[in-house]
Each structure stands twice: as structure tokens, then as C-alpha cells.
């Protein structure tokens, strides 16, 4: 049953990928607004939505580590997985704004999620509106000054939808995602938890690759139609999204306590190390580009990171 729901919940993800990305190219023309705008607000908010789900969810349920774990290791997941396996597909051209706004609200987000939770092990109530205040400030910053971060290939092929027809892909596609992550994730702690592994580890790896898929099918399905500002828009505002809004909003519900201390000792580093390493992979071998070969650096970088873990 477990191996059945793993299945359905990766068809619903690929689907709803595709539903969501032909949305999104159709707010971007209708609206105007560039594309890395719509990849970092409207997909982004969507291949988050999991991630919301199971951190409230775990953390009312009294399963702190899985709400904390789930987003950490979905963050590494999606630099090190998802971007890896994207530009390993095409090369990314990454644009100044990249470098300038995006990079760095996603690295102050990640610091500062480590020093709220790092000296008392819980992220209060206090700092989970600090959190969802910073995510309004950046998104009224977006939309404020429209701006473009990675070259678009293929304009001639971007669809105008009736508004309808726009709004149905949008609900059809965030919902395939929401019931393709529950079931994947249902599948996925099911088979994980007939191992005896720790709440910790299946979030930090089984329950964040789940969580990750949205991103992983909307990233692939944008790059392979060449609509790459929304790939690395969604990579990127969906590890901003998972900090200030999944955890801001978890946090504002109920407090969120460290249990293992594998997660501050260990995991939260590598998170750091990651939303880091993006910065430097953008400007070698060669200026403002993401390759196949720092796809190949960040796919070994993860799995060195999967294997410390289970290990």
C-alpha cells in the first residue's frame, strides 16, 4: 500500500507541475510581471504548500523534529536535488538581481532562522511573526520593483489564458501537489518508519525529498520548456517561502521545540552550507551561469549529506 501511494503521489506531483507552470507563464503575460517575480511569489507559494501542511500538522501532533527536520532538509534538498538535477537538464543565466535581492534575502533568512532556534532550541511565537513580517516586506519588495533575473529562451512560446481557464490550472495544480506530497509523504514514512529510522532522520531526508517534489516536477517541466526564470525563481523564493512563511506561520501556531540535537549539531549547518555555496557556483567556472558541472557538485554535495545522515 505504502509503495502504491509513493506512486500515485509522483504522477499527482508531475502533473501538477506542469498545470501550475502553464498558470504561472499566464499571470506573468497578463499581468506583466516578469517571470522570476511569478516563480518566486505564485509558484513558489504552491510547491511550499507541503511543506506548510506537514510542519503545522507535525507540530500540533507533537512531533516538533519532523516540522523543523521537514524544512531544513527540504531546503537542501531543493538546492542540492532539485537545482542539481535542473542544470544538470540546461545551464541557468543568472542576471544581477539574482546576485543582488534574491541570494542574500534567502541567506539572511537562513542565518536568522539559525540564531532564533540555535541558543534555546525553540522558535517562539515571538520570532514566527518576526519571520512572516520579513515575508511581506520581501514580497511587497518584489512586486514593487518588477525585475528579471534570468534571461527568458522562448517567449514565442508563452500561452495568454482566459482568466477561467487560468484560475483552474492554478487550483488544479496547487491541489495535484497538496495530494501528490500527502500521499507521497504518507507512503514514504510508512516504509520508513518499518525500518526503525528516527522522526529526525525520515524529515530531514524521506519526508523533505517528498515535500521537495513540487519543486523538483515545476523546476524540470520550466527548464525543459525553457521558462528557466521561473525554475530558479521557484528554487530559490521556495527555500525563502519554507523559512519565513512554513516556520513563521508553524511558529505563530505553536511553538517549535529542537528534541534532537542532531538537527543544531548538524543539519541546520548544512542547510547554511548549501543556500551558501549557490553564490560561488553562479560565478565559476563561468560568470553568472549554473552548468552541468555545478549541477554534478551539488548533486555529490547531496548525497554526501543524505549518507552522514542515515549513516
Sequence with gaps: ????????GLVLLVLGGNWLLKAAVAISLKLHIPKIVIGMTVVSFATSAPELIVSIKSALEGYPDIALGNVVGSNIANLGLVLGVTVLLASID????FYTTDWPVMMVASVLLYLFIAFD???SRTEGVILCVLLIAFLVYLLKFQKTAVHDEAPEDDEALPLPKLLFFLLLGGVALWGGSELL??????????????DRVIAVTV????????ELAASVIAVLKKEKAISLGNLIGSNIFNILAVLG???IITPVKVVDASLLGSDIYWMLGFAFAVLPLVFFPKGLRLGWRDGIILLVAYIVFVYITIR
Design 94 to 97: 543568472v542576471k544581477k538581481s
Design 121 to 123: 532550541g525553540v522558535l
Design 1 to 8: 500500500m505504502d509503495l502504491l501511494y509513493i506512486v500515485i
Design 249 to 251: 506561520i508553524t511558529a
Design 185 to 198: 509523504i504518507d507512503g514514504a514514512v510508512g516504509t520508513a518508519k518499518s525500518f526503525g529510522v528516527s
Design 207 to 214: 519526508v523533505s525529498v517528498g515535500t521537495s517534489i513540487p
